[in-house]
């Protein structure tokens, strides 16, 4: 099973500093904030993690590969730690795909058909960290109860955020699962069916792949990861886990990526 990381955006909201640099590259703690997200997806039921790039980002794919001097030279010196650091994460298993042009969060996920073929996949969003590597495997144990339905991952927002976000209609089947009826993106308050909104995970059916080869420009002209969701409740169940805010560390803005830094190195040094 592979895990789909989107990593083709220009990471407007951190310029000047994503200028020369991804966004996806900078530090969070004491590694770049993707090298969580891949970690994630390792840590769960993937056994490849594809990373959908674009071009002008090779630094991301440098970070992934081996560096047999480095690790070399660190061992020379007796740093085997720092070596060690170095050698895990130009072990992991990860690919690469390339979006060659910004047309959305679908379009992005479409890049990878080859990839996942007639299997389930994994999207994670890499704008939030979920450290604990908790979420996917709890998604995962949803669809195993649900005859492999797909699944996602939704938290409760405020009603000044849900234009913000993918949200869900539909009707609770257990105390954090709800069966999805439809999905619309970004919906204005007045037309948001609950205040449920996806997260930025997902655990799919290989029918997303096929659907999103259908889907036509939606909201802001992109082409939407959500309206394939939607379109694939006409044919098959979709369940929503309902996730814990707190347990997703969110990297999006400049803030909360300074929050999310504090947070995590006062966790890991308590
Ligand atoms: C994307 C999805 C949206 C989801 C959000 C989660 O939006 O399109 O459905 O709720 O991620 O972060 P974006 O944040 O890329 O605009």
Known sequence: ????????????????ATKSQPKEMLLVVDRPAIQYVVEEGLASAADEVVIINSREKKSIEDHFSPDPALVALLRERGKDAYADAVEKVGGYNVSYVYQEEALGLGHAVRCAAEKTGDEPFYVLLGDVLVPD????PAMQAVSDAHGGASVIAVMPVPDDQVSRFGVIAGQAVAADVWKVDSLVEKPALEDAPSNLAVFGRYLLSPRVMELLADVEPGVGGEIQLTDALDAVLREEEMYALIVDPADGFDTGTVESWLETNNELYRRAHA
């Open 1 to 16: 099973m592979k895990a789909l990381i989107p990593a083709a955006g220009l990471g407007t909201r951190f310029l000047p």
């Open 133 to 136: 590597n908790k979420m996917l």
